[in-house]
């Protein structure tokens, strides 16, 4: 089976449909969406009704940290996060905030976990930045591969069988194996904000069979997503930061 997961979708429309086009193209089986479908985007509803209908056709979906602010109330956040979520959450209705404060906060799937941020506390939002929020990650789960979002920077960890974390940024290229030997920490990046200073979308595809995790770039219509962010009266550096990746 191969598997496309998304993870940050951010309402920016012009990012996923240009990784949903590559998900058609890669013929994957299933998609996965690993949270944060709104905040900081001009496209929150459109968005949203995208991931709905994912849903319906078999996608599966956790929540993140900004689809449960916009579906409640703002949580600790910068200023510009929290100007753009509460923008977002009068833009939704009550239902499609009933849907985001719905969504689990993480999925297991056979020997795969799937979720936003930290698998040891997953509401607490803890970022997972380096070998040790790996290993807590890690230590979390029995799933031999697990995948995250939350810090918009792609990462690869691994846990060897003498409890040895082993980290690197991945490039996207060709597959990497994900042995059966160890167990993994994939961190996906970002469909809709990439912050490793590359402005294309993130993606990834699992091939369930092969054992294998390509992590793959996708370029897409970043004017046009921050021209948007401006019309819609967030702050310009929302916008700013889609042109630069960072």
Not at 3 to 31: F, Q
Not at 33 to 51: F, K, N, Q, R
Not at 189 to 206: E, K, S, T, W, Y
């Amino acid at each position: 089976m191969l598997i496309a997961i998304l993870s940050d979708i951010h309402a920016n429309r012009e990012a996923l449909e240009s990784c949903l086009d590559a998900v058609a193209a890669a013929r994957a089986d299933r998609i996965v969406l690993l949270g944060d479908i709104v905040g900081y985007g001009a496209d929150p509803e459109w968005c949203l009704d995208t991931v709905r209908r994912l849903i319906e056709d078999g996608a599966i979906a956790v929540r993140g940290n900004h689809d449960e602010a916009a579906a409640s109330t703002t949580q600790s956040m910068t200023s510009n996060a929290r100007v753009a979520i509460e923008w977002t959450r009068n833009r939704l209705d009550a239902d499609a905030r009933a849907f985001l404060g719905a969504l689990p906060l993480r999925i297991d799937d056979g020997d795969r976990l799937y979720v936003h941020a930290d698998a040891s506390a997953p509401g607490a939002w803890r970022y997972v930045l380096d070998s040790a929020d790996a290993r807590r990650h890690l230590n979390a789960s029995d799933a031999q591969a697990s995948f995250c979002g939350h810090t918009h920077r792609p990462a690869l960890h691994c846990l060897s069988a003498m409890n040895r974390i082993t980290s690197f940024t991945p490039s996207a290229s060709e597959p990497i194996p994900l042995g059966a030997q160890r167990r993994w920490l994939a961190v996906m990046g970002a469909v809709g904000q990439p912050r490793d200073g590359n402005p294309a979308a993130a993606f990834g595809l699992h091939d369930t069979t092969t054992r294998t995790l390509r992590f793959c770039r996708t370029p897409y219509d970043t004017e046009t997503a921050a021209r948007k962010i401006l019309d819609a009266g967030l702050p310009e550096a929302l916008a700013a930061r889609l042109l630069k990746g960072h």
